[in-house]
């Protein structure tokens, strides 16, 4: 079977009384629809997602093209008894309009509102969700071990994965438990648009195309052991309930090889070359801080023959497409693979090369082992740049990237920086492609915004403001205008305040130390977790003899919302952070234990 490749045509629904999606609140509507209503039912779908996706952001494109596969899935697994188990999750919008959540799309990634992804705490209908791919066929692995020995092996277990998600070796080891248990039963649906973000490259991606073309001979699945079905028009409803029910008839591990087309049926997502509306963030805004590290990698680039970045399926936004466009050669793209990234960065410092990794701060998880042991640990001259480091906002926990500070300030020989601002930025890039050893450079999401000079520099260290060495307050990183609003806040109540942005915030530099011993009280502040993060790794350079107080983001997983309402509630604003200092500074003029202070040099 050959998926047709014509754009389907978006027309906004005609709202008859009542709309077929109105009557839908649980799968077994969906099941009691005539099939002659179901591409009606379709573009009701696509009509509201571009709606509600417009109106609050979120992953538009792949819950696009999954509208007919996720009609299909309803039709022939009963949920929550057969489970369906969605990697990563960007396409699991319309299985959350099947499923009781329509009226709370209004509230979309907002604070309190419905989650952008599968989240159990939502639906008994979601078994997993946090955002991350490559990890449903392992979840699908262990429930059919765990329902053979449990002796429920009667209910399907169902694992949507994209093709961008194969690429990442996770995958691959999951697959090679699944297709050796002919007596466990799994159904792999396949969900290929030939993306992730970008297009995929890659092995895997050559083998699928050719599945695509019928010239493959055989599917590397069945080599593996699955039952191969495929491949199947993705937007032929029938055509998909049919191959569906073959797989469940199956009785062992089984591939369906679906192709859609990621956006289909909007027009201004089949359109966008880049990435097929993968994301829409409502409104405009200033340039962001991707952008600027954009430019700068490019000026660097140019001077820097031997530099090379390498991204793990996301060069267009980590702000590495600008890169690969300018100097064809030197952008590799590795898939979903950041521990394949991280260890071939090593692998090209030990070539000759500078390679900059670039990754959204929460997926370095992934490649912490590989960052520790084959690039620091050997000094390699690797530079990795983290995107969205801190809170991201409205795409969950799953997204934020507040663990980076708090386990790569215990490796040795890694040099941390937090730039401020935009210019910061661009100065530490700089610094870091010139170390000789690793380096990590990490921003958050948003805007370029204020840019923050400093009044004079302290060793390494910035000094933004001094009304006074009664506090020493640290800003790290993007922490630094709440900080200064603080010390604005507090000099005024006449609590005098010295603001310092370190800009390489681990190992601490000895310069900030010395400030810190003429200082009555320490606080610093970072938009990471506060246990064992940066600024505990100060307080432990200080020594027990100077009093400090660590600000940062509690020790949670914190829900999806906006930045501004999350830093908010973390107590990371100049009002939030004034309040601790102040009741900090109150608590040692009250006890005083510690001698007069020398004036701050």
């Not at 990490?442 to 260290?461: I, N």
Request: proline residues 6%; hydrophobic residues 45%; neutral net charge.
């Amino acid at each position: 079977m050959r998926a047709s490749h014509e754009a389907l045509a978006f027309r906004p629904t005609t709202r008859t009384v009542p709309a077929l999606l109105e009557r839908i609140s649980t799968p077994s509507d969906v099941r009691a629809l005539p099939a002659d209503q179901l591409p009606a039912l379709a573009a009701e779908i696509r009509s509201f997602l571009v709606e509600k996706v417009n109106a609050n952001g979120g992953h538009l494109g792949s819950n696009l093209g999954a509208v007919e596969l996720t009609i299909a899935l309803h039709r022939v697994f009963r949920s929550p008894d057969d489970t369906i188990l969605f990697d990563t999750g960007h396409q699991a919008y319309v299985h959350k309009m099947f499923t009781g959540r329509q009226a709370a799309f209004d509230r979309l990634r907002r604070l309190g509102g419905l989650s952008g992804y599968p989240d159990p705490a939502e639906s008994r209908h979601d078994l997993i969700g946090h955002s991350h791919a490559s990890t449903a066929l392992s979840y699908a692995d262990g429930m059919a071990k765990a329902r053979q020995l449990t002796g429920d092996g009667g209910k399907a277990i169902v694992a949507v994965v994209g093709d961008g998600g194969l690429t990442g070796g996770m995958a691959w080891e999951a697959l090679n438990n699944l297709g050796a248990a002919r007596d466990r039963p799994v159904i792999v649906v396949l969900n290929d648009n030939g993306r992730s973000y970008a297009p995929t490259f890659g092995a895997v991606p050559t083998h699928l195309a050719a599945l695509r073309a019928g010239s493959a001979g055989q599917a590397v699945f069945e080599l593996l052991g699955f039952r191969y079905l495929g491949p199947v028009p993705g937007h032929d409803i029938p055509a998909l309930e049919s191959a569906l029910r073959e797989a469940r008839e199956v009785g062992g591990p089984v591939v369906v090889h679906c192709l859609t087309r990621k956006g289909a049926g909007f027009r201004p997502a089949e359109e966008d070359e880049e990435d097929h509306l993968h994301t829409v963030v409502p409104g405009g805004g200033e340039p962001s801080l991707t952008q600027v590290f954009a430019d700068e990698l490019c000026a660097i680039g140019a001077n820097r023959p031997d530099l090379v970045c390498v991204t793990a399926a996301m060069p267009g936004p980590t702000g590495l497409t600008a890169f690969g466009r300018r100097f064809p050669g030197r952008l590799f793209d590795v898939g979903v693979a950041e521990q394949h990234a991280m260890a071939s960065a090593a692998g090209l410092a030990l070539g000759g090369l500078h390679p900059v990794v670039a990754v959204y701060a929460t997926f370095l998880n992934r490649a912490f082992d590989q960052l520790l042991l084959d690039v620091a640990l050997h000094r390699r001259r690797v530079t990795i740049v983290l995107d969205r480091a801190g809170i991201t906002g409205p795409d969950g926990p799953g997204h934020h990237g507040m663990w980076d500070l708090a386990i790569l300030s215990a490796f040795p020989e890694l040099a941390i920086a937090a730039p401020r601002d935009q210019k910061r930025l661009r100065d530490l890039l700089r610094e870091a492609v010139e170390l000789d050893g690793p380096a990590v450079l990490r921003f958050p999401a948003g805007g370029a915004g204020q840019e923050f000079p400093a009044l004079r520099r302290a060793g390494e260290v910035d000094i933004l403001l001094d009304t006074g060495n009664d506090v020493l307050l640290v800003a790290i990183g993007s922490t630094a205008g709440a900080c200064l609003d603080a010390a604005r806040r507090l000099s005024a109540e006449g609590i005098g305040v010295t603001v310092a942005d370190p800009r390489w915030v681990s190992p601490p530099a000895p310069g900030l130390v010395g400030l810190a011993r003429n200082s009555a009280l320490v606080v610093t502040a970072e938009d990471g977790v506060v246990s064992g993060g940066a600024g505990a790794t100060i307080a432990q350079a200080c020594g027990p003899a100077v009093r400090t107080r660590n600000l940062g983001l509690p020790r949670t997983f914190i829900q999806h919302g906006s930045r501004a309402e999350l830093l908010t509630a973390a107590g990371l604003t100049g009002a939030g952070i004034a309040r601790a200092v102040r009741t900090e500074f109150g608590a040692w003029s009250r006890t005083a234990p510690y001698p007069a202070r020398a004036d701050a040099p």
